[in-house]
């Protein structure tokens, strides 16, 4: 089993009315979500919350059910649990797409969508939209997630044509759940170690804190702290947008390295062999 | 719904419907929804997408810019009355009497404090317009160049790196499966991270090495990096 430290908090900000991001911590279902909704009067909450209900009911049933069968649909580059990720996050667009389509009040509502999802030794991270997702190593950051914006799309494609964007548009998302019958979520699986920390945010954060400065708060303090600081980093400087931050750190994994593995395979072999001839 | 009121010289050449959901591209040639034909105007010179209740002018890097109110501009959210200034010839864009326009204040100019949605249609114009293709299949990177493993000693030929998450181990479920006496059942894992390949150690008394050099928790996979699992001998090779 993998030991996680966890916290996760969101906070309205400075400018702002009312919060439209969800968040969603879970240590047993080993499932981290952050989703920062969009649409005015009430309708970006109920998308948000929509997003990470949804994905985190269909993981419950997962864990519940064990044994239940593949979908047809599973991707073969990815392991059974990434599949249930991706599975879970292609219905909750379904689901907002729907409410959206069917409902006046609610109509072009969307969600970014930020997920890391332990399994014994690695963490599926998925994600639509621009929160982003962490990875602190060894005192290195790296982006887990990929920035599904104009300005950031543009920019792997040609550099030099996305420095011309203007201010308004490089912002825009290029992808969001609930805005099209389906959607394309980018999707990885890394090993991790102990002493790894994954943070999730809304760009209420990213867009006024530097990778490298999310690092040094997230070293020195505990996850909850950590949390804190960094909202209070946001605020400190404009709060423009909701702020949501999720840490986990791992404190242990399940991972049992050579020698003890080999003890016990060594071990095994020798019962084996008494029970065999004596 | 708005207008676009083409003017030359204070007299009305044309007058365009802008619709949600449509764009207009404004331009020289016949294929634009607006023609202008003036040699001052480019081929394409700029579009107008509409973008969540608003509407979005870009300029399409046109030779001579495009001006709104006088200034020259990239991209501009257009309000009521503003003037376009193509080549010599004026647009007007203007909603129409009583008709819902976007409030300035909560007009997503900035950008920053508006989460929105570019409409899949437009990007896809947008990115077209600069000649390439954004990736169309669900997992993949199309484009992106795929990593694979090809045997310098221990095997044959070359295997590509298939999964997110890749194995290299004894075990008969590895995606790729080596001996070795001290070797893993898992050995090792290679994963495709956003920001390219790494390998990374999992269990096994004999960790895998990269250029010589054991790897102890993950190491990021450069092209031609030799990797060495118990008796196996691989090197990493980018192919598109």
Redesign the interface.
């Known amino acids: 089993m993998i030991v996680v430290e966890s916290a996760g908090i969101t906070d309205v900000g400075r ?1 702002r009315k009312s919060n439209e991001d969800s968040l969603f911590v879970d240590d047993d279902l080993g499932l981290y979500m952050v989703a ?3 649409g005015g009067h009430r309708a ?1 909450e109920v998308a948000s919350e929509l997003v990470v209900e949804t994905i985190q009911a269909y993981i419950t049933q997962i864990h519940r059910n064990s044994s239940r069968a593949e979908s047809e649909t599973a ?5 059974k649990e ?1 599949n249930h990720l991706l599975a879970s996050i292609h219905l909750a667009n379904k689901g907002v797409h729907q409410i959206a389509q069917s409902n006046d009040a609610y109509r ?1 509502m ?1 969600s ?1 969508v930020s997920a890391a999802y332990l399994t014994d ?2 963490v599926i991270a998925a994600n639509v939209g ?1 929160s982003p997702i962490y990875l602190i ?2 005192s290195t950051i ?5 920035t599904h914006n ?1 300005v950031t ?2 920019a792997a ?2 550099p030099d ?1 996305a420095d ?13 759940m609930g ?2 019958e389906s959607v ?1 979520p ?6 991790i ?1 102990r002493d790894d920390v994954l943070v999730i945010s809304s ?1 209420g954060l990213s ?1 006024l804190a530097s990778p490298e400065e999310i690092l040094d708060v997230v070293e020195e303090q505990s996850s909850a702290t950590a949390c804190q600081k960094l909202i209070e980093m946001a605020n400190g400087r404009g709060g ?2 909701n702020v949501t931050v999720v840490v986990l750190r791992i404190k242990d994994t399940k ?5 003890t ?2 003890r016990t395979r060594v071990a095994r072999r020798i019962i084996h062999f008494l029970e065999k001839y004596i | 719904m708005p207008t676009l009121t083409l003017k030359f010289k204070d007299n009305v050449v044309g007058e365009y419907t802008l619709a949600p959901g449509k764009s207009v591209t404004i331009g020289r040639m016949e294929a634009n929804d607006v023609v202008i034909e003036n040699l001052a105007v480019s081929g394409h010179h700029a579009k107008i997408d509409s ?2 209740n608003g509407y ?1 002018l ?1 300029d399409l ?1 046109s030779k001579n810019g495009s001006f709104v109110n006088s200034d020259p ?5 257009l309000q009521h009355d503003d003037e376009i200034l193509i080549g010599k010839h004026v647009l007007v864009f203007a909603y129409a009497e009583g008709e819902e326009q976007p409030a300035p204040a909560s007009a ?11 409409d ?1 249609g437009q ?1 896809r114009k ?2 077209e317009k ?1 000649g ?1 293709k ?1 990736s169309d299949s ?3 990177m199309a484009g992106e160049p795929t990593g694979v493993l090809s045997y310098l000693g221990g095997g044959e030929g070359e295997v590509v790196i ?4 890749f194995k290299i181990g004894k075990s008969a479920s590895s995606d790729m499966i080596v001996s070795g006496l001290l070797v ?1 059942q898992t050995s090792a ?1 290679i ?5 390219g390949y ?1 390998l ?1 150690y ?4 004999a960790k895998p090495k990269v250029n010589g050099s054991a790897v102890r ?2 190491v990021m996979l450069k092209e031609f990096d030799v990797i060495d699992i118990g008796s196996t001998k691989l090197q990493f090779v980018l192919k598109s």
């Open positions: 400018k920062d909704g969009m970006g991707d073969s580059a990815l392991s990434a072009g969307g970014t030794q690695t621009d190593h060894d790296e982006l887990l997630s990929v104009v799309e543009q494609i040609d044509a011309k964007l203007g201010e308004d548009v490089k912002f825009l998302l290029t992808r969001a805005v099209e394309r980018d999707i990885c699986e890394v090993p170690f760009d867009d423009h947008d991972k049992r390295g050579g020698i593995k080999l | 973008v969540g979005l870009t890097q501009v990239n991209s501009h959210w997503p100019a900035g950008g920053l404090d508006q989460t929105m949605v570019m899949t990007y947008m990115v600069i390439k954004p669900t997992q993949d298939d999964k997110k998450l893993g894992t994963s495709k991270r956003p920001n790494s990374s999992v269990e096994g008394i928790e993950s």
